[in-house]
């Protein structure tokens, strides 16, 4: 049984362009959730899907936006690249009634 | 607002000493208390977690000991090893069941020398 896979591992890019990084979850798992993470600190929480909506969202701005697919696949879209968006980006992958998370290897996205 | 704080930010213990990593929360709102294990170029891996029912969780050598009235928890890793050493991160959820969001400490980095 796979666990969460996420793609690419690594990814540059340059200001102001756009980025698409894709997830997913564990085999059974319906919710998808994106988180960052920035050199020496812990994860911080973009947004949740689940049945193909956003059902949650923390404190980013509008040009980090997400998908879900009905085989519950995930994007996560970052526009408009700044140099402080370099981090590592994971998604986690879960089943809705339960609270456990389990996240993928994440991918590394360096802006220059 | 820092919701989540984590002591220490780095830890030397000496193989088969024991490690202790502490978390306070503010959120009374919180009752699911996750623990994640982060090797370097690694994604977060589910250690052990705990809610508010009990004191304590013991899943081999790693304990979580919560303190509810005082707003803190912490994972006791016994017999520590080399093998131990990562970044260790403590979260916490309103939980329930709902799969909310986490809120994560900023991680403590443990070295165990052999």
């Known amino acids: 049984d796979a666990g969460v896979t996420q793609s690419p591992t690594h990814l540059i890019k340059t200001r102001g362009q756009q980025v698409t990084l894709r997830c997913s979850p564990k085999s059974g798992h319906d919710t998808v959730s994106w988180y960052q993470q920035a050199l020496g600190q812990g994860p911080q929480f973009i947004f949740q899907y689940y049945e193909e909506e956003e059902r949650q969202r923390g404190n980013f701005p509008d040009r980090f936006s997400g998908h879900q697919f009905p085989n519950y696949s995930s994007e996560l879209n970052v526009n408009a690249l700044l140099l402080g968006d370099s981090a590592l980006y994971l998604c986690?992958?879960?089943?809705?009634?339960?609270?456990?998370?389990?996240f993928g290897p994440g991918t590394r996205l360096t802006v220059l | 607002q820092q919701q989540v704080k984590q002591s220490p930010q780095s830890l030397i213990v000496q193989k088969g000493g024991i490690s202790i990593i502490n978390c306070a929360y503010e959120?009374?709102?919180?009752?699911?208390f996750p623990w994640y294990q982060q090797f370097p170029g690694k994604g977060p891996a589910l250690l052990i977690a705990i809610r508010p029912d009990v004191s304590e969780k013991k899943e081999g050598r790693f304990t979580i000991s919560f303190n509810k009235s005082a707003k803190q928890f912490s994972l006791h890793i016994m017999d520590s090893q080399p093998g131990d050493s990562a970044t260790y991160f403590c979260?916490?959820?309103?939980?329930?069941?709902?799969?909310?969001?986490?809120?994560f400490g900023k991680g403590t980095l443990l070295t165990v020398n052999p």
């Open positions: 979260a916490a959820s309103k939980g329930g069941g709902s799969n909310y969001k986490l809120t």
């Open positions: 959120n009374t709102a919180f009752d699911y």
């Open positions: 986690a992958s879960s089943l809705l009634e339960r609270d456990e998370q389990f």
